[in-house]
């Protein structure tokens, strides 16, 4: 049902021209460009609100990195001044001498004080002047506790008569009486360039809180005092480290940014009211709309342009197919239209391809012909050596069935590889579970080998008689035999040779062996065949304990990649 919809709605459409369509398409365009602009402007004042509110946060966040980089400053120079030499010595004149020579181009002052607010030492003032006790004692008390600097709120200091903070650095294992802290205290104005921000709008503010919500330092139209309370409901407005929040005030609605100072407990803020932005949106939306319809005016101009072109390009591919129909061999066309380059790419790959698949398919017919002959010869061979060795019917035909199925194994997973060749540890694995079920009772050990086409087919016939003889007399018909196939690389024993592999069979814990009274199709494989198939040596020892077959032949012979003989 539903096809034959979309079939009776596409059959409402005429044959024309790509021309005829596009411009049609650039009409029918045109309406819905004017809807989308109308809706565009409705929705833009939600979108930029939601910008604006991202680059407040960034704005109080930009303030707030700025700040951490000055606290990691003064925490520097608060551990610098704790360890001098003179402070460690006791020699407290000489400290004050030298800590307010250092400081003496900033704004930065040093106290010692103990966990009561007596000062010891003050920079501000001459040595040995009488010293008020501190304002601001619970800033020394806090760092004992803690253990680690500490950054204080803002405060009126005692001996400023100013508007300060303080950080604030404990003393460990300090002598009783000494001082317990080393303070280094700034005045909070000397913060203003901090909170202020030239990103900032007209009518904007910006200011540095601290922990308790009195204000640091302000900047801006509604630039407060050091020392101020914010609003209550400020505070409860800022939830998590970086971000932004909406609120009212004498029926104005305001934005406000803002950003914790990364371990610290102040923030930066920005806030200010929605409205003073108004004028570039409305700025905005008449650029939109003038745009819009700049736009529809060239519309069919670039149409009728972008027909040609397509027109042209679609000749030029249909020009190519044509040619690789016959057999060709095309190279790619160039137009105006990146797809159609690509298309052209894609055509002109297509026909080499052919061209090379043609070819790899005659080498594959080839190359099966030369292995169904490999295979037949061996099959031939295999049948009438065995025909030789039996006179029964039966027997001949199970001798048959267990070899062609070991073969048909070896044959199978050469396929799966695209006759690649398949590792040697595999095919070990492959041909014991075909004869014996499982290789719970087989361990291997060698290089990592991918051998090629023919070693595969040769050693499956090696490793079938040698498992089928295994399982009938050998260590593998009785359950505590065990069997283990080992194989490794040889080094050349001369400058110049080639390297070799042996691969041994042993079996252990098996019944007596005895040497066999006849040689059969079996013997023929795992020896002369063995030896032949990889010009190499072959030697069995017929041991009591176990029987033991070694292969050494060269490494060429084995390995995937390396010319196969025929």
């Not at 101020?228 to 505070?235: A, E, G, M, V």
């Amino acid at each position: 049902m539903l096809r034959h919809v979309v079939r009776r709605f596409l059959g409402i459409f005429p044959t024309a021209s790509i021309g005829s369509y596009l411009a049609a398409m650039a009409i029918l365009a045109t309406l819905p460009l004017l809807a989308f602009v109308a809706f565009l402007l409705l929705q833009l004042e939600r979108s930029q609100f939601q910008t604006l509110r991202t680059d407040v946060a960034d704005d109080a966040q930009a303030i707030s990195r700025a700040v951490e980089r000055k606290i990691a400053d003064m925490e520097t120079t608060l551990a610098l001044v704790a360890n001098s030499a003179e402070l460690q010595q006791g020699d407290l004149q000489a400290f004050h001498t030298r800590v307010g020579e250092s400081l003496k181009e900033s704004s930065l002052y040093v106290m010692l004080a103990r966990q009561d607010g007596v000062q010891i030492l003050n920079t501000r003032m001459p040595w040995g002047a009488t010293l008020r006790p501190m304002a601001n004692p619970e800033s020394v008390r806090s760092a004992l506790r803690s253990g680690r600097v500490e950054l204080s709120g803002v405060f009126f200091g005692a001996t400023s008569q100013r508007w300060v903070v303080n950080l604030t650095m404990p003393r460990i294992n300090n002598t009783p009486g000494e001082a317990d802290a080393v303070v280094l205290t700034q005045d909070a104005a000397s913060l203003a360039n901090l909170a202020a921000r030239e990103a900032i709008p007209p009518g904007w503010s910006s200011a540095l809180v601290d922990g308790d919500g009195r204000i640091v330092v302000s900047h801006g139209a509604e630039n407060q005092p050091s020392g101020t309370q914010i609003d209550q409901s400020w505070l409860e407005l800022m939830y998590g480290y970086n971000n932004s929040a909406v609120f009212y005030q004498n029926g104005r609605q305001y934005l406000m940014g803002y950003a914790k100072v990364a371990d610290w407990p102040w923030r930066a803020l920005v806030w200010g009211p929605v409205d003073s932005l108004k004028g570039s949106f409305i700025t905005l939306w008449k650029s939109l709309l003038i745009g819009s319809l700049v736009l529809m005016t060239f519309l069919l101009g670039i149409v009728l342009v972008a027909a040609h072109h397509l027109r042209s390009a679609i000749r030029r591919i249909a020009w190519m197919a044509e040619r690789i129909g016959r057999g060709e061999i095309v190279s790619p066309e160039r137009t105006k239209i990146v797809e159609a380059n690509q298309v052209a790419v894609a055509l002109s790959n297509a026909s080499f391809d052919r061209a090379e698949a043609e070819e790899r398919i005659h080498f594959i017919l080839q190359e099966l012909v030369h292995r169904t002959k490999n295979i037949l010869s061996l099959v031939q061979a295999m049948m009438r050596q065995l025909a030789r060795g039996t006179d029964d019917v039966e027997e001949f035909q199970r001798a048959v069935s267990g070899r062609l199925a070991g073969l048909a194994q070896s044959i199978e997973a050469l396929a799966k590889q695209q006759w690649g060749g398949i590792p040697l540890a595999a095919l070990v694995d492959l041909h014991l579970t075909t004869v014996t079920g499982s290789v719970d009772r087989v361990s291997r050990r060698g290089p990592d080998l991918l051998v090629n086409a023919n070693a595969v087919q040769n050693l499956g016939l090696v490793f079938h008689e040698l498992a089928t003889n295994s399982v009938k007399y050998g260590a593998l018909s009785v359950l505590e035999g065990r069997l283990r196939i080992e194989w490794q690389v040889l080094e050349p024993q001369e400058a110049g040779g080639e390297q070799r592999l042996e691969l041994t069979w042993v079996e252990q814990h098996g019944p007596p062996v005895t040497p066999p009274t006849r040689r059969g199709f079996g013997s023929t494989v795992v020896e002369r065949h063995a030896a032949s198939a990889f010009a190499g040596e072959v030697r069995i020892d017929f041991d009591p304990q176990g029987l033991s077959w070694t292969l050494v032949a060269p490494l060429s012979s084995f390995l995937a990649g390396s010319a196969e003989s025929s």
